[in-house]
Structure formats: C-alpha cells, structure tokens
C-alpha cells in the first residue's frame, strides 16, 4: 500500500527565515510526486511534479527536490504569503488513470 | 479557463436526508476523482472515473455514499442516508490522463456539515 508522510506537521518561520519540508513515501513504481499548496477554505493547487530521483523544480522562493525515498520542499527567505499548507502526494505507476496518495500535510505560518 | 466546479460550496442537513454533490471536470479531462478531507484523515480518496467508467471505488465509506459520471462533463456523489460523521469537505478533481504522469487538478470543496 502507498504511503506519504510528512514533517514536521506544523512549522513557524520568521520572514526570511528559510526552512524545508520533508516529505518520505513509499510506492509500488513511482509515476510522480506532486506538491500541493492549500489556503484555509480552498482547494489543494498545484505546485509541482517530480518524476525521478535527483529531479529538482523551482518557482519563485520554493524548490522541490527528489530521492528515493523522500522530497524535499525548501522554502528560501518566506514571505507571510506562503503561509498555508503543503502536500505531498504520490502517484503509482499502474495504468493511466492513477490516483494520488497524499500524506497529511504540513502548516506553514509565516510572520513578520 | 474554467477549473473544476463544483456544487454546492457549503451544504447543512439533517441527518438522514439524501445529500447530492455536484461537480463539473475541467474541459477535456478525461479522469474524475473525489477525495474528501477530514481534519483527522486528511484528504482521501474516494473513487475515481476514467472516461466515465468507475475504476476504483474502495474508498467509497459504506452503501450510503454514491457516484454516478453520466458524462464527460458531469459527476454526482450522494450520501443517502446522510449521518453526522459525513462532516468533511468534499473534492471533486480532474486529469488528462497519459502515461507519463497527470496532475490531478482540484475543485474549490463542496462543505457538508450533517446535524
């Protein structure tokens, strides 16, 4: 069965202050991994995917890694806008329609 | 373009009444999915459709709970009869489904409180 777990659960930052999210999971055949922001009252929106170990993706103060076994979700100099929660799921390699598995997130605060 | 839409965005019922969630997918996305997410539970995944067919409904709760897709561009979930555990917020996402990895993009939530 596939499993996701992150941490820390909850996490508060100072502006500025930079940190990273762990993401460990476990997957018969990784298709993906995927990387969710979620607002308080919204839906996940997606962020990233990573396919294979040693990938990595940025977007503007976030950057996604990848290995084997875990992401990582680096935030650099955070601003009070990021705060919210980030998910990771993964996707299995079985067919074209595959489900995501999400771990159960980690809240982000940023403060001034 | 239009995202995922669903319908209702907050519902309060009674317990025991029959509750339909609605959701429209994103044009041309050929895979359906509903999650629900619970503060203890986290998102979960509740069945998925691929060109309208069901493929995976194990994580559907109990015969109560249903999902039809009639069409590319319209799904159903109904809880029939509703309980108080069925309190959560409940995701309808979509996918182009490929073979080299589909992002799963989601709906604003449908909130369904059952008193």
């Known amino acids: 069965e596939d499993q996701v777990t992150q941490s820390p659960e909850a996490l508060r930052l100072q502006e500025g202050e930079s940190s990273s999210l762990n993401c460990s999971y476990t997957?018969?055949?990784?298709?993906?991994l995927f990387w969710y922001r979620q607002d308080p009252g919204k839906g996940p929106e997606f962020l990233f995917t990573?396919?294979?170990a040693g990938e990595e993706k940025e977007k503007e103060r976030l950057k996604a890694t990848l290995t084997k076994k875990e992401s990582f979700l680096h935030i650099t100099a955070p601003k009070p806008e990021d705060s919210a929660t980030y998910l990771c799921a993964v996707q299995a390699n079985t067919g074209t329609a595959s489900k995501l598995t999400f771990g159960t997130g980690t809240r982000l605060q940023v403060t001034l | 373009d239009a995202g995922v839409i669903q319908s209702p965005r907050h519902e309060v019922t009674e317990m025991g009444q029959e509750v339909t969630l609605r959701c429209k997918p994103i044009s041309g996305h050929n895979s359906l999915f509903w999650y629900r997410q619970t503060m203890m539970r986290g998102l979960e995944l509740l069945i998925y459709f691929n060109n309208n067919v069901p493929i995976d409904d194990s994580g559907m709760p109990e015969d109560r709970f249903s999902a039809k897709m009639p069409n590319a561009s319209f799904s159903t979930l109904k809880i029939q009869p509703s309980e108080p555990r069925d309190s959560a917020v409940y995701f309808c996402?979509?996918?182009?489904?490929?073979?080299?990895?589909?992002?799963?993009?989601f709906g604003e939530g449908s909130w369904l409180t059952v008193v």
């Open positions: 996402a979509s996918s182009l489904g490929s073979t080299s990895g589909n992002t799963i993009y």
């Open positions: 997957v018969s055949g990784l298709r993906g």
């Open positions: 990573l396919y294979s």
